[in-house]
T-cell receptor
Framework: NAGVTQTPKFQVLKTGQSMTLQCAQD?????MYWYRQDPGMGLRLIYY???????DKGEVPNGYNVSRLNKREFSLRLESAAPSQTSVYFC??????????????FGDGTRLSIL | GENVEQHPSTLSVQEGDSAVIKCTYS??????FPWYKQELGKRPQLIID?????GEKKDQRIAVTLNKTAKHFSLHITETQPEDSAVYFC????????????FGQGTELSVKP
């Protein structure tokens, strides 16, 4: 039982390149989330998916797109990477039944540097 | 917009002392308040959470208190140990928006032996 798995763990990109961060969970959770973590700023929500087939913007969605491929997988895409997107990206999932909040479980993160 | 303020940003205590971290939130509809511990280079891990229908919750050396009227909640760690050293984040749910959380800026706790 791996929990939340993120790939890759590390990535270096050049400005303007594109890439997709992958996230998969094996806990049969309904909801999935993408955060970025920058020094001194805590975790900020980029996008989330409350259930399969739905996605919605979080606090800092500009420059990103997401796809909820199926119940297990939620990917984050940077279409044209910018240095301001250098960060650690965390994926999380939660059971979320109805609108009752449940704990979120995090992956190990992807450390992304954009030159 | 919704906001969570966390204080202090750094906290240093002697082993065996207590540590208290405080958070305030702005959304009166928030009803779920988790606390996460993050060790250097690792993922955030849930250590305790509290819902708005409860004023206090305890789990061994960790406790959380919630004051809905004042819109603040606190994490209390007693008998601190060096392995408690980490960054701690509070969070609050955003109204009834399908599990969305807003996080505080984090508190770096250092427990000196």
């Amino acid at each position: 039982n791996a929990g939340v798995t993120q790939t890759p763990k590390f990535q270096v990109l050049k400005t303007g390149q594109s890439m997709t961060l992958q996230c998969a969970q094996d806990m049969n959770h309904n909801s999935m989330y993408w955060y970025r973590q920058d020094p001194g700023m805590g975790l900020r929500l980029i996008y989330y998916s409350a259930s399969e087939g739905t996605t919605d913007k979080g606090e800092v969605p500009n420059g990103y797109n997401v796809s909820r491929l199926n119940k297990r997988e939620f990917s984050l895409r940077l279409e044209s990477a910018a240095p301001s997107q250098t960060s650690v990206y965390f994926c999380a999932s939660s059971p979320l039944t109805g609108y009752s909040n449940q704990p979120q479980h995090f992956g190990d993160g992807t450390r992304l540097s954009i030159l | 917009g919704e906001n969570v303020e966390q204080h202090p940003s750094t906290l240093s205590v002697q082993e065996g002392d207590s540590a208290v971290i405080k958070c305030t939130y702005s959304d009166s509809a928030s009803n779920y308040f988790p606390w996460y511990k993050q060790e250097l280079g690792k993922r955030p891990q849930l250590i305790i959470d509290i819902r708005s229908n409860v004023g206090e919750k305890k789990d061994q050396r960790i406790a959380v208190t919630l004051n809905k009227t004042a819109k603040h909640f606190s994490l209390h760690i007693t008998e601190t140990q060096p392995e408690d050293s980490a960054v701690y984040f509070c969070a609050a749910s955003i109204g009834n928006q399908g599990g969305k959380l807003i996080f505080g800026q984090g508190t770096e706790l250092s427990v000196k032996p």
